[in-house]
């Protein structure tokens, strides 16, 4: 009987999802009748129900270049935050290289994505290492600044109880500076997930020869409204997955560090 009483019905699976995504329905239902008032031409706006369907007829299309700027993402996060973490311990190991380095880190990361993207793929090629190398700049400067700043949070007077237990500095910065910084470092993790997405889709779309961003300037050239749509919902929708996904990583982490 309770596991009865606990089946939820269709009406409470439909007051669910209204309740989580009434601003969707809001934002769609909004769309269409716009659209349809004002009878705007499809080149310009496109009908949602139109943007559905090139989404669901034409699969392989939108499928094939999500994963290659999902792959491109996922990789240039990884290495821009392994990057990111092995240079903010360099320069927590030494007074000067922390001098040297944490000014350069802010320098670099000044500059604007759109102005590094001719300059890398000068050197780089115009292919996918130039859309790698983005990534992996875009996600290098959280994970250093927050990794920077978690190696040195330290709880108050542990530092001072590892010296009177006689703790090398190895010992120090494995067992109490480095888990010091998880915590941080999945803060950093959660900021540059959707960045890493956007980044990719920005230098595709800028200089690449396929992925979501070529998609949608090859989509927007040719008038292909409807496709042009459906790439950025696409690509919406990883970005939204990416940072859910890494919230409840980050919660996740946080809870066994607790």
């Known amino acids: ?17 209204v309740s989580r995504y009434w601003g969707v329905a809001g934002v769609l239902i909004t769309w ?32 094939v270049n999500a994963g290659q700027t999902l792959f491109l993402a996922a990789a240039g996060l990884i290495l821009g935050m392994a990057l990111g973490t092995m240079v903010a311990v360099i320069a927590w190991s030494s007074r000067i290289l922390s001098g040297i380095l944490v000014p350069l880190g802010l320098i670099f990361s ?16 115009y292919d996918m290492k130039t859309v790698l190398g983005i990534v992996i700049i875009i996600s290098f400067f959280p994970a ?19 010296k009177v237990l006689g703790a090398n500095r190895w ?26 997405v956007l980044s990719a889709m920005l230098a595709e779309f800028l200089m690449g020869k ?9 989509s927007a050239t040719e008038f292909a409204t409807e496709r042009a749509f459906g790439t950025s919902v696409i690509a919406t929708v990883i970005s939204v997955l990416c940072f859910t996904s890494a919230v409840a990583a980050e919660k996740f982490i946080n809870d066994k560090w607790k």
């Open 210 to 218: 396929s992925g979501l961003g070529f998609l949608f300037r090859q």
């Open 144 to 162: 250093f600044v927050f990794t920077a700043a978690g190696l040195n949070a330290l709880p108050a007077g542990s530092s001072d109880l590892f």
């Open 110 to 125: 000044s500059v604007p994505v759109v102005a590094l993207i001719p300059v890398l793929a000068r050197l780089l090629g």
């Open 171 to 196: 010992r120090r910065f494995v067992h109490l500076v480095l888990p010091s910084a998880v915590p941080n470092w999945m803060i950093a993790l959660r900021l540059s997930a959707p960045p890493a």
């Open 32 to 63: 269409q009748a716009w659209v349809t008032i004002t009878g705007v031409n499809s080149i310009v706006i496109p009908h949602p129900i139109s943007v559905v369907g090139d989404i669901v007829f034409n699969p392989g299309v939108y499928l």
């Open 1 to 17: 009987m309770n596991q009865l009483s606990q089946t939820k019905s269709p009406l409470d699976w439909v007051k669910t999802l």
